[in-house]
């Protein structure tokens, strides 16, 4: 059975990190929906996170605010 937690180098993690931001990164919210923000929209719920390569700009919040 593979370990859970192992241990790696800082710049390992930074490195990954990276490279799934980069990649764009989408899921849901865990429990979305009015019960934890009555005033999110449905769509509101779902995150993209990741950077757009034309401008260079962070699109995890942008679409959202």
Request: net charge negative.
């Amino acid at each position: 059975m593979k370990p859970l937690f192992q241990d790696q180098p800082l710049y390992d993690v930074i490195h990954e990190a990276l490279n799934v931001h980069f990649q764009c990164l989408h899921f849901r919210e865990r429990h979305a929906g009015h019960n934890i923000d009555a005033h999110m929209t449905d769509k509101g719920f779902n995150n993209e996170i990741g950077v757009d390569l034309e401008t260079g700009e962070n699109s995890a919040w942008s679409k959202k605010i």
